[in-house]
């Protein structure tokens, strides 16, 4: 699913009008409609609304949700903000319409505002301003905003929550941002909808399909994109019925320090889980035991230092390595994985304290082979670029921009994971949850994404393939377990249910 940006959602409005064709009004009552049903599937007509309309088109979908709401016997009061006497077209037709419907339920605001009584029992329809707006609200619309915020109100946006921009809000204000308890958004999510810092304006998200051209939506460029399972799917590779393990891939991973030995055993079970003919794991020697004993499947190479990583690996007999889980940031340790980087010519994942060391040794990351996959979470990525973000928007911009620079392939993992990619396309995952910020979860991403590189994945159908499906078994997990109790481990019982 594309996410364009606010001008393309404009220009994209204006194509199906063109092109349907349909007027504009019409496409309007089309999206009122789509509103009007996901409410009344919430409420029931005993339910107090109240309506706030501003003076733009998104006012315009909040008097025709009034209207269409009182049409099925609900108890909704309209407030139309048109303090500067100027309506957009279709919110001035839609205003009439209302007023046709009967006696005091339009209210027009030209200068002073009486607001109403909001309730816990009322539910609140913000359409004060949508994808339109470019600067922060001020005057009487952040007061109204702090009104309603402050109401115990339900609040029900309609496409974007009022004084939340589409994009970029690094110089917003936020307590003039509508606190939204669901936002039902117009065609397709919006940037905002995928960063962290928003998450309290958004609440629950759901996307109304409208009727927008797909024509206009198949052939125009995005550069934010959300992952579908069905793209998904068509990335796994299939497994011939003569397939043996020397054709399936051998990875190598280099994880766990003495008294980390966790990390390797969770990044390589993940990876023979992943469908890898082989996997050898380097670790120190004191960590030989477990490893034998916990993953028995696995080829375990020793290091010659008895509790870290100090020697690099010839990389010939493997067709893909991952690095950094559970390594330790010892100097010996930094020597050993610039030795590794500078000596490998293999597809590679680099996370965990791989990534912490480069932050340290920042001149190292213009030694990393192009197509290479970085998997940092924030405040990895923090360290590396080494500069404190504005805020999560600012933090993937700089994100892509590293991408871009090193012509890296770079995950910055949370909640929607965001594979950043060298030609600045930036694709967030849509599977994954809460449960799954626990220790080791990160382990396991690289021995999934390392398996798909060995198993001859280009690095970003197995950076893509990878995210999904992980995010994927951790939503299977918490599906049986709840994401109290869920653990690294639970997300590697469930990736066989995940493939299939």
């Given at each position: 699913?594309k996410?364009?940006?606010?001008?393309?959602?404009?220009?994209?409005d204006?194509?199906?009008?063109?092109?349907e064709?349909?007027?504009?009004i019409?496409?309007?009552?089309?999206?009122?409609?789509?509103?009007?049903a996901?409410?009344?599937?919430?409420?029931?007509?005993?339910?107090?609304?109240?309506a706030?309309?501003?003076?733009?088109?998104?006012g315009?979908?909040?008097?025709?949700?009034?209207?269409?709401?009182?049409?099925?016997?609900y108890?909704?009061?309209?407030?139309?903000?048109?303090?500067?006497g100027?309506?957009?077209?279709?919110?001035?037709?839609?205003?009439?319409?209302?007023?046709?419907?009967?006696?005091?339920?339009?209210?027009?605001v030209t200068?002073?505002?009486?607001?109403?009584?909001l309730?816990?029992?009322?539910?609140?329809?913000?359409?004060?301003?949508?994808?339109?707006?470019?600067?922060?609200?001020?005057?009487?619309?952040?007061?109204?905003?702090?009104?309603?915020?402050?109401?115990?109100?339900?609040?029900?946006?309609?496409?974007?929550?009022?004084?939340?921009?589409?994009e970029?809000?690094?110089?917003?204000?936020?307590?003039?941002i509508?606190?939204?308890d669901?936002?039902l958004?117009?065609?397709m999510?919006?940037?905002?909808?995928?960063?962290p810092?928003?998450?309290?304006?958004?609440?629950?998200?759901?996307v109304?399909d409208?009727?927008?051209?797909?024509?206009?939506?198949?052939?125009?460029?995005?550069?934010?994109?959300?992952?579908?399972e069905?793209?998904?799917?068509s990335?796994?590779?299939?497994?011939?019925?003569?397939?043996?393990?020397?054709?399936?891939?051998?990875?190598?991973?280099?994880a766990g320090?003495?008294?980390?030995?966790?990390?390797?055993?969770?990044?390589?079970?993940?990876?023979?889980?992943?469908?890898?003919?082989?996997?050898?794991?380097?670790s120190p020697?004191?960590?030989?035991?477990?490893?034998q004993?916990?993953?028995?499947?696995?080829?375990?190479s020793?290091?010659?230092?008895?509790?870290?990583?100090?020697?690099?690996?010839d990389?010939?007999?493997?067709?893909?390595?991952?690095?950094?889980?559970?390594i330790?940031?010892?100097d010996?340790t930094?020597?050993?994985?610039?030795?590794?980087?500078?000596?490998?010519h293999?597809?590679?994942?680099?996370d965990?304290?791989?990534?912490?060391?480069?932050?340290?040794?920042r001149?190292w990351?213009?030694?990393?082979?192009?197509?290479?996959?970085?998997?940092?979470?924030?405040?990895e990525?923090?360290?590396?670029?080494?500069?404190?973000?504005?805020n999560?928007?600012?933090?993937l911009m700089?994100?892509?921009d590293?991408?871009?620079?090193?012509?890296?392939?770079?995950?910055?993992?949370?909640?929607?994971?965001?594979?950043?990619?060298?030609?600045?396309?930036?694709?967030?995952?849509?599977?994954?949850?809460?449960?799954?910020?626990?220790?080791?979860s990160?382990?396991v991403?690289?021995?999934?994404?390392?398996?798909?590189?060995a198993?001859?994945y280009?690095?970003?159908d197995?950076?893509?393939?990878?995210m999904?499906?992980?995010?994927?078994?951790?939503?299977?997990?918490?599906?049986?377990?709840?994401?109290?109790s869920?653990?690294?481990?639970?997300?590697?019982?469930?990736l066989?249910?995940?493939?299939?």
């Open positions: 699913m996410i364009f940006t606010s001008s393309q959602i404009r220009e994209l204006r194509y199906t009008i063109e092109h064709p349909i007027s504009s019409d496409l309007m009552e089309r999206a009122a409609e789509a509103l009007t996901e409410i009344t599937k919430r409420w029931n007509t005993e339910t107090p609304m109240v706030f309309a501003g003076p733009g088109n998104n315009g979908d909040a008097l025709a949700v009034t209207r269409l709401l009182r049409g099925r016997g108890n909704v009061v309209a407030y139309l903000f048109n303090v500067k100027k309506l957009s077209p279709d919110c001035e037709a839609n205003s009439e319409r209302l007023r046709k419907c009967g006696e005091g339920i339009l209210t027009e200068r002073e505002f009486e607001p109403p009584t309730s816990n029992d009322t539910v609140v329809i913000d359409g004060l301003f949508g994808s339109g707006l470019n600067k922060p609200l001020g005057g009487g619309f952040a007061a109204m905003v702090q009104y309603i915020n402050q109401s115990g109100s339900t609040v029900v946006s309609i496409d974007v929550p009022s004084g939340l921009m589409t970029d809000n690094t110089f917003n204000v936020k307590q003039n509508i606190h939204a669901l936002t958004t117009l065609g999510k919006k940037l905002c909808m995928m960063l810092e928003n998450h309290d304006f958004i609440g629950q998200t759901v109304l409208i009727g927008l051209s797909k024509e206009f939506i198949d052939a125009t460029p995005a550069s934010f994109s959300i992952l579908e069905s793209f998904v799917r990335l796994l590779h299939g497994r011939s019925d003569f397939a043996h393990k020397g054709n399936m891939g051998h990875a190598l991973l280099i320090k003495y008294g980390m030995a966790g990390a390797a055993i969770l990044a390589t079970k993940a990876c023979l889980r992943s469908g890898v003919g082989k996997v050898t794991v380097h020697l004191n960590n030989n035991d477990i490893l004993i916990s993953v028995p499947e696995a080829i375990i020793h290091d010659i230092d008895a509790e870290c990583f100090t020697q690099a690996v990389t010939k007999p493997f067709n893909a390595i991952g690095i950094g889980p559970g330790g940031t010892e010996s930094a020597v050993a994985l610039i030795t590794q980087i500078r000596n490998t293999l597809p590679m994942v680099i965990a304290d791989a990534l912490n060391i480069l932050s340290t040794h001149a990351l213009q030694q990393l082979p192009e197509g290479t996959i970085l998997t940092p979470h924030p405040r990525l923090d360290r590396i670029c080494d500069a404190k973000p504005a999560d928007y600012d933090r700089k994100s892509r590293m991408a871009q620079r090193l012509h890296a392939y770079i995950i910055l993992k949370g909640h929607h994971s965001a594979l950043c990619m060298p030609d600045g396309q930036i694709i967030f995952n849509n599977t994954g949850n809460s449960g799954m910020a626990t220790a080791g990160g382990d991403l690289t021995g999934i994404i390392t398996a798909l590189l198993r001859g280009s690095a970003k197995a950076a893509l393939a990878g999904y499906l992980h995010g994927l078994a951790g939503d299977y997990a918490a599906r049986s377990l709840g994401v109290e869920l653990i690294a481990s639970d997300i590697i019982d469930y066989p249910k995940a493939f299939k």
